[in-house]
């Protein structure tokens, strides 16, 4: 069942005889569900890449001290993350995409609406920490904050969501970054992404 509750929880599984695709949906960056989660990535098989982000959920719903508990909790991840993966598997944290200052539809509680007037500060607070976390651990760090601040009109009119077109763009580019990581070739839909890199 759909809630904007702490508790929600949701796993997706797409498999085929040579892929394993899962979505865990998290509503904090670690907590004793975030353990099992962990503990589901340590077994066969292992995961050859992990792409993984949790902010606005961690510095919203979690009382005064959100941003505090953010920081101790992305540490903590990191650090248990370390042990359980093999140093083979790629992981790549994306930054929290840009919010609008009007957030509309049941992500921000009413008891803590106020909140959509910093919303957008404390968003580009906790990306800044995150990446500065994630490079320290040598995980991969994919910037979306950056590449779509220009691209607002694809979102929603919640405030928070995408449009189509920018969930292409985010498969793109992380197909992109994969196969740059992995030293493959670039598949063709994701060529024009090249433009403009060194």
């Known amino acids: 069942m759909m809630t904007n509750g702490k508790d929600y929880r949701e796993v997706r599984q797409f498999q085929r005889p040579r892929h394993l695709i899962r979505f865990y949906f998290i509503t904090r960056v670690y907590n004793s569900y975030v353990e099992t989660v962990l503990a589901d990535l340590a077994k066969d098989p ?11 959920w961690d510095i919203t719903r979690y ?8 920081k101790e909790n ?6 248990y993350l370390n042990q359980v993966i093999p140093k083979e598997t790629l992981v790549i944290w994306t930054t ?15 008891h803590i609406n106020f909140l959509s007037d910093i919303l957008r500060l404390d968003q580009l607070l906790a990306n800044y920490f995150a990446s500065q976390v994630i490079s320290d651990f040598k995980f991969d760090v994919v910037d ?38 992995w030293n493959v070739q670039i598949p063709d839909c994701c060529q024009y992404l090249r433009l403009g890199e060194n």
């Open 144 to 181: 979306l904050h950056y590449v779509f601040r220009k691209r607002t009109r694809h979102r929603k009119l919640d405030g928070i969501h995408w449009d189509e077109d920018v969930h292409r763009a985010i498969t793109a580019i992380l197909v992109t970054h994969i196969c740059k990581a």
């Open 63 to 70: 009382g005064p001290n959100s941003m505090t508990y953010y």
């Open 46 to 56: 292992v995961p050859d890449v992990i792409i993984m982000n949790s902010c606005l």
């Open 74 to 79: 992305l540490q903590r991840f990191c650090y």
């Open 96 to 110: 929290a995409m840009p919010v609008s200052n009007e957030i509309r539809g049941g992500f921000l509680l009413d």
